[in-house]
């Protein structure tokens, strides 16, 4: 799948599968005759359901898990609003290729494929409050690049990225999306101190303003006030929900770029499910704003899909439990 213009891209994201109702409706029946009070396991019971929907295999498994991490660079660095300098992005994506990162030890853990995919770190995207962030083909190229990481063996693809300045794309880009001014969804990002602070905050104002004729269509937001790794998780998202493949999403910037598919269509992240509430100070509203209920809530803010990952022996144990247990007619016990 690889889209030559945006409006084949939009026309797609208008037309989205649904998940299997059989395999899902077969995985609730198994949970009310599993030993344990109906509703005891409480989320493992909603988790293992949503699995077998989105795999349409009433005995969902987790074989093959896929992390995707995606890495861009952003012009609107120029700007002051990051704790870091813009070179930790290349730096970084040095250090995943050694194995050095946080995300290499959780993926390696839960026995999951990495793949890290630098998109053209080394040429920043345009300073936002200036001028759109990329041009068409260029969103188009990341979104391109996105979708064609998804690989049709996953048993659930978990999303995630590294770019510095990329919070503050992420939170103009949620503001362009759901409404607000930059004090809602600004955070602090790697940990910029409060002069960084309310420069990132008139930074976000100033480009809502450069291009608030531009925001109300959510691709054109991305394409304004995105960047590549933003586009390629969107693009990552979209794949997955073709395939019906279960998605996990991670932090603030995750999220932010995959909420542009459920603001393009109706229901878009019904088969994504996010890994952890970031300690970055807008995802908590964020998620309220997609009904989404993170899994975790370890003060994390790292990015890289390392919540994502985190969750992954969440499913786990939910599908154990679910494939493993015994009913109540096997181990002879009466039923409330
Ligand atoms: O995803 C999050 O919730 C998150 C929160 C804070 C920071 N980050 C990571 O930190 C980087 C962006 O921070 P900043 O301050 O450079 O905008 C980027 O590499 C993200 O992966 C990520
Ligand atoms: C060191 C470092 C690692 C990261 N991983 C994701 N974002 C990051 C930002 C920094 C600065």
């Not at 293992?48 to 952003?74: E, K, M, N, T």
């Not at 730096?91 to 290729?97: H, K, S, W, Y």
């Not at 600004?186 to 008139?202: H, L, Y």
């Not at 229901?267 to 995802?283: I, R, Y």
């Amino acid at each position: 799948m690889t889209f030559r213009t945006i409006d084949e891209l939009r026309m797609a994201c208008l037309v989205l599968p649904e998940g299997n109702d059989t395999s899902a409706t077969a995985a609730a029946a198994r949970q009310s005759i599993l030993t344990k009070p109906l509703g005891s396991l409480g989320r493992l019971e909603e988790i293992a359901i949503w699995l077998a929907r989105w795999q349409g295999r009433a005995i969902p498994r987790l074989d093959r898990v896929h992390v995707l991490v995606f890495a861009g660079s952003h012009g609107v660095t120029a700007q002051g609003v990051s704790a870091f300098p813009a070179e930790v992005t290349a730096q970084m994506v040095q250090n995943f290729a050694r194995g050095g990162a946080a995300i290499n030890q959780l993926a390696r853990q839960t026995g999951a494929k990495l793949v890290v995919k630098s998109l053209e770190i080394e040429k920043p995207t345009a300073d936002f409050t200036q001028a759109p962030a990329m041009t068409a083909d260029e969103l188009l190229e990341a979104v391109n690049a996105g979708i064609n990481s998804v690989q049709d063996e996953a048993d659930l693809v978990c999303l995630g990225e590294m770019g510095i300045g990329n919070t503050t794309a992420a939170a103009a880009l949620a503001a362009a999306l759901f409404g607000g001014t930059a004090r809602d969804w600004v955070g602090r990002g790697t940990g910029v101190d409060d002069a960084g602070f309310s420069r990132k905050v008139e930074v976000v104002d100033r480009a809502l303003a450069h291009h608030a004729k531009a925001l109300a269509d959510p691709l054109e937001a991305l394409r304004r006030v995105g960047g590549r790794e933003l586009a390629a998780m969107f693009g990552a998202a979209l794949a997955s929900r073709k395939r019906r493949i279960p998605l996990m999403l991670d932090g603030f910037v995750c999220t932010a770029a995959a909420a542009v598919l459920a603001r393009l269509a109706q229901g878009g992240l019904a088969h994504a499910m996010t890994g952890h509430v970031s300690a970055e100070a807008g995802h908590r509203k964020l998620v309220d704003c997609l009904g989404q209920r993170p899994l975790l809530d370890l003060g994390m803010r790292l990015g890289e899909a390392s919540g994502a990952c985190l969750a992954v022996d969440i499913l786990r144990g939910a599908i154990a439990c679910h494939s493993g247990m015994a009913t109540f007619t096997e181990a002879g016990i009466a039923e409330g």
